[in-house]
């Protein structure tokens, strides 16, 4: 097993360890955009050593989906960890519950009106699907 392989596993597997890792790309993110470097940064602070050129390599791992933005849904090294990160964090500002979002202020930040998801956070729960529908 290789060390990305192993490292993908292990996000898989603690969601302790998956958001730690969400928290450092997110320090680190610039523009909404998260690179190859980045993910290569995050995951030496976790202890896994994988270079910016193995995650350049990686292609979409079984079980992972594509937004329509072509980014990878559903991977602890994609970019949208679950659909409803993709609603949160889509660079277009699409609502789950269609149009854009209605952002207001809430306790925590802005929430969107409509799907009242928190536009300031990480999807790390899935709360929507690919089609915005709400899961139970």
Same mark, same amino acid.
């Given at each position: 097993?290789?060390?990305?392989?192993?490292?993908?596993?292990?996000?898989?597997?603690?969601?302790?360890?998956?958001?730690?890792?969400?928290?450092?790309l997110?320090?680190?993110?610039?523009? @909404?955009?998260?690179?190859?470097?980045?993910?290569?940064?995050?995951?030496?602070?976790? @202890?896994?050593?994988?270079?910016?050129?193995?995650?350049?390599?990686l292609?979409?791992?079984?079980?992972?989906?594509?937004?329509?933005?072509?980014?990878?849904?559903?991977?602890?090294?994609?970019? *949208?960890?679950?659909?409803?990160? *993709?609603?949160?964090?889509?660079?277009?500002?699409?609502?789950?519950?269609? @149009?854009?979002?209605?952002?207001?202020?809430?306790?925590?930040?802005?929430?969107?009106?409509?799907?009242?998801? @928190?536009?300031?956070?990480?999807?790390?729960?899935?709360? *929507?699907?690919?089609?915005?529908?709400?899961?139970?």
């Open positions: 097993m290789t060390e990305l392989e192993r490292s993908q596993k292990t996000l898989q597997t603690s969601p302790e360890l998956k958001a730690e890792y969400l928290k450092i997110d320090s680190l993110m610039t523009d @909404g955009e998260i690179t190859a470097e980045m993910k290569s940064v995050a995951a030496k602070k976790l @202890g896994f050593s994988i270079t910016a050129a193995e995650f350049a390599k292609s979409a791992p079984t079980g992972c989906d594509t937004a329509p933005d072509g980014k990878t849904v559903g991977c602890p090294c994609g970019e *949208y960890l679950t659909w409803t990160d *993709y609603w949160i964090r889509n660079k277009d500002d699409l609502c789950p519950k269609g @149009g854009k979002h209605e952002p207001e202020d809430g306790s925590g930040g802005k929430v969107c009106k409509k799907c009242r998801l @928190g536009l300031c956070e990480r999807g790390v729960l899935e709360l *929507y699907d690919r089609y915005g529908n709400e899961l139970a």
